[in-house]
């Protein structure tokens, strides 16, 4: 049997590699839906530290794994992105929380729409950094419109502070509402149901599938991955133009994101002044850029930027838990 196409380059890698990561994930995948939670259960917040740890744990390993072979450069651009992206991701548990209050989910029924997500976003990464790979590659000149964009993405988080987005208003759930049938009650586990049409007449047993409100937790969920990747992706294109780190350190960061969501839940008040470092974190990542070509660098040192990644973010964490140490913490769904 020839071999060779597994050798042969696929957006600047061979495709092995390509082929062995999918497997990583699917394997991780399997495992989640097939053993670990084979049946519907409430996750604790205990086994949801525990998961979460093994998915970082998972995805430093990784990271190990690039920088012995594809070298320390390719290492430290990796744990960057990771850690960038890991962040963020906890940002988005924030909001999903929200959507998850809005409708009421319990957390009995929570693991499964945060699966079925997590799915859809493994495929509009692929799709969003397989097509802006080859725009980086051949416009260089798109960096410093993702710099300029993720500075303002910055300064406008700062300048919205405490603000959060009415769901009740949010446009594609008013647009959902008008165009298809949809239930005011949960159906167990269910994303759709079939229930008597109310355009048929009375009595003549036709039915008609109505979504669900954990269809349209789903699908608001799946919105506000796709807003978050429109800063996040920039954001490691700006670290690394290699798709192959881009992609692998966004996987790795949001496959642990249904672990971390049962373990930040119970405790996102904890987390308030968190936005306040990200804001500042995306004003760095878009400055990186124009402070090298000002200094004349060929760019910004990897190892640089990873350690005050991570100092702007320790940094937050810390203040976040120091000033709201003592909060009650909020009435959970379920």
Known sequence: MDFAFLFADWLGKPAWMWLAFMGIVAALLALDLGVLH????????????????????????FGAWVWWYLGPQSGVEYMTGFAIEKTLAMDNVF????????????????????????LGVIVLRAI??????????NFSWVLYVFAVFLIFTGVKML???????????????????????VTEQLHGEKFFVQLPDPKAPAGSGKLARFMTPLFLALILIEIADVI?????????????????????SNIFAILGLRAL??????????????????????????????????????????VWGLGITVAILAAGIVFSLWKTRGDAAPARAG
């Open 228 to 248: 978050f990747a429109v800063d996040s992706v920039p954001a490691i294109f700006l670290i690394t133009t290699d798709p192959f780190i881009v992609y692998t």
């Open 95 to 118: 909001v999903i929380a929200m959507i998850f209050g809005y409708f009421a989910i319990p957390r009995l029924y929570q693991h499964r729409v945060l699966f079925w997500g997590i």
């Open 159 to 181: 300048y919205m502070g405490d603000k959060q987005p009415d769901i009740a208003q949010n446009p594609a759930l008013l647009w959902l509402k008008r165009r298809f049938n």
């Open 38 to 61: 084979k049946e519907n259960r409430e996750i604790e917040t205990k086994e949801s530290l525990v998961l979460s740890a093994g998915y970082i744990s998972l995805g430093l390993l």
């Open 128 to 137: 969003m950094i397989g097509i802006g790979a080859p725009i980086v590659e």
């Open 261 to 302: 969501y049962f373990a930040l839940a119970a405790m996102v008040h904890r987390f308030h002044y968190l936005k306040y470092a990200l804001s500042i974190l995306l004003i760095f990542i878009g400055s990186k850029i124009f402070v090298a070509w000002g200094l004349g660098w060929e760019k910004f040192p990897p």
